[in-house]
């Protein structure tokens, strides 16, 4: 059956590429619309700005103070001087010469007191005069050998005595513990310090120096003082 009216004469066949078109249009309009600019042809608005900004100005008040009146100075009257006659006896003082001369007496020689000698009692080992002596350094010649020889027989009683401690080796501890101790006036070994890594290496550095044997007190202008003397104890493991 063929249709009564023709396709080509059909209205609705371009309605959307029309209804596009249109829309296209709406929104070109729109656009102009709203960014149409327009623009005076004097200056008025400038010169308007600028009589208002001048017309914002205020004139400062004139204000006038009176201040009062400076302090007057005051006249001081000047100190009275008076003038002492010339009968008038003034006493001076004479002053004597303490210079040496020929008349000056000498004082005698057992009438001057001679103070006593101020001997400290403890004095260190590097300073006193005759050191302490370890037993077997008496027949070295003099002090300076006799302080090498107390210095060698120190360290042979440490390797003697030397025993490390069992904790120690059990938990890996090594480490220099510093000693100082003071030969007292008697020869006796007394007011033992120490420092070091651990309590148990300070202990058997105590227990070595413990076991000095009685010294030769050191001795300063003839007269027995104490010396104290310091040295160093190094554990270390054999690995």
């Keep these: 059956m063929e249709p009564k009216k023709n396709p080509q004469m059909e209205v609705k066949r371009n309605s959307m590429l029309y209804f596009f078109v249109g829309m296209t249009l709406i929104l070109f309009m729109t656009y102009l619309a709203l960014e149409w600019k327009t623009y005076h042809k004097n200056n008025v608005w400038e010169i308007g700005q600028l009589t208002v900004q001048e017309s914002l100005d205020e004139d400062a008040t004139i204000l006038k103070i009176k201040l009062p009146d400076p ?4 006249i001081q009257t000047p ?10 006896k003034v006493e001076e003082t004479f002053i004597e010469s303490n210079d040496i001369d020929q008349d000056t007496k000498i004082a005698e020689v057992e009438s001057i007191e001679v103070a006593e000698d101020d001997i400290p009692d403890e004095i260190p080992f590097i300073l006193i005069e005759n050191a302490p002596i370890f037993p077997g350094c008496e027949n070295e010649k003099d002090e300076a050998e006799k302080r090498l020889c107390f210095q060698e027989q120190m360290l042979k009683h440490i390797r003697k005595n030397f025993r490390y401690p069992e904790i120690a080796q059990e938990l890996g501890l090594e480490g220099r513990v510093s000693v100082v101790f003071t030969v007292q006036k008697d020869g006796s070994i007394g ?14 550095a105590a227990r070595i120096i413990s076991k000095l044997p009685a010294l030769t007190p050191g001795k300063q202008r003839g007269t027995p003082v104490k010396v104290p003397y310091s040295i160093p104890i190094t554990f270390k493991l054999n690995k």
């Design 71 to 74: 302090p007057q100075p005051k």
């Design 79 to 88: 100190p009275k001087i008076v003038v002492a006659e010339d009968d008038d």
């Design 191 to 204: 007011d033992i310090r120490l420092r070091g890594p651990h309590e148990s290496l300070e202990k058997e």
